[in-house]
């Protein structure tokens, strides 16, 4: 990470950036089967929920 902030982000494709929400959702879903706390269990669970609630809106939005 070098620290520079972009002013104009790359923007992925439709199908790219659902495909980086599900990945995230799905390490999520790794991260609470591997944690021992209830509460970091319950924000991972929370976290994939929402990376895939993004991927389902993610096409909607992104074609407007």
């Known amino acids: 990470m070098t620290g520079e902030n972009h002013p104009y982000p790359t923007l992925r494709s439709v199908d790219d950036e ?3 929400l599900l990945r995230r959702a799905e390490d999520h879903l ?3 089967e591997k944690s021992q706390e209830v509460g ?3 924000i991972h669970h ?3 929920q929402m ?3 993004q991927a389902e ?3 909607v939005v992104l074609k407007d």
């Open 40 to 42: 970091a269990r319950a």
């Open 30 to 32: 790794h991260l609470a």
């Open 57 to 59: 809106l993610v096409a």
């Open 51 to 53: 990376y895939e609630t």
């Open 18 to 20: 659902r495909a980086y």
């Open 46 to 48: 929370r976290l994939r």
